[in-house]
């Protein structure tokens, strides 16, 4: 199932100007053009940009790679799907996005899920490495977008890196998204369309700093604080709480598909002027939320070996106002050719980019940071 990784395929790095270390309070670069699946789901969820986030279709929903999840023919002993009031449509007529958010499935149901997608986290997180492709889709307004991807990341606690790579391409413009983490800094380059190159920069031993003093369990790395596919993950779990896994066949592969809808606490503290809606008769919709603004997630996990298939955001697109009604894929992360514990290019995590346009957000990042569940 996973395969050998090639080395090298970075390619060259730029070489290193002294870094300029600029204000923290500087004007970021604007989020206003960065696409759903390029940016990590902490934009995509705070900034209706991915990722990188959405809540309510049941798994019938075709996905926008037009590709379908199968049931299972037979759960084996001891994995079979949680009790739902809700059966999943058939194929193609997904189930209206009128649920409140909430968690209406029973408890047992959502700590199952909740503990599958906490051990797919466990098992990236305590990999001596780890490597995997993948592949992207977005609707971006009009607009679909495609693209691929990589991830990569070598050595456990204070000596992890990671490195994530990601390109879109869309008409004539391309967005690419790019993480490193070399051990002292994290670094975070985008360069979207038209728009100028940003570089930023977090010093890793301040956060970790930080976390020792939150008394974080896994402040010694702190890598699902900083990015990479860790912190998608992390950031998943965060804001989504996961009711529901069922036991399914993606192209093949027997997978749990996880669903998660929106925290009921969180969610009026992101769209604070939905706040009124909660305690109204059927609570905040999909249709309340903005254009872009992710209303359920899916997470595709094999159930042989716990490694992330296909990550999902629903949500019912299009200009606002708009009526409530199904929900479409409007990003997805198709992931291939994984493998733990094999080589990795150490050239991967060198990274010296040109100092031009640094912004060092250390203070930002560490002044904010908070425990994530």
Known sequence: MFRRSDGGFFGKTDRVTPIVTISPFARLPSLRRLPRAVAPPMVVLMAVVIWSGPIGAEPGATSVYQRQVEPAPTPEAGNAAPASSNPAPASGNPAPATATVATGEPEDAAAQAERIVLSS??????????????????????????????????????????????TLTGDSETFEFTEVSDGLF?????????????????????VRSKLTE?????????????????????????WFRFTKAMPLDLEGQPVWLVEGSWSADLLPIVLPALK????????????DLPDGMPWQVRIAIGRNDLMPRR???????????VADGPLEPIAVLDFHDAEIDGP?????????????????????????????R
């Open 121 to 166: 986290a466990a098992v990236i997180a305590r990999s001596q490495s780890f490597s995997v492709r993948f592949r992207q889709k977005a609707r971006v307004g009009d607009r679909v977008l495609v693209g691929t991807g990589r991830y990569v990341q070598s050595g456990q606690g204070e000596e992890q890196r990671f490195r994530f790579d990601s």
């Open 311 to 321: 990550i999902e955001w629903l949500a019912i697109p299009g200009p606002r106002p």
């Open 344 to 372: 990795i290019d150490p050239t991967a995590f060198f990274y010296q980019p040109a100092s031009a346009g640094l912004i060092d957000v250390t203070e930002m990042t560490v002044g904010t940071l908070g425990l994530m």
């Open 186 to 206: 994290c670094w975070t380059h985008r360069h979207n369309g038209e728009e100028a190159a940003s570089l930023q920069r977090i010093d890793v031993r301040r």
């Open 214 to 238: 939150l008394k974080a369990p896994d402040a010694a790395d702190g890598a699902s604080y900083l990015g990479g596919l860790q912190r998608m993950i992390r950031l998943l779990r965060h």
């Open 276 to 287: 009124d809606r909660v305690a109204q008769e059927g609570g905040i919709r999909a249709c």
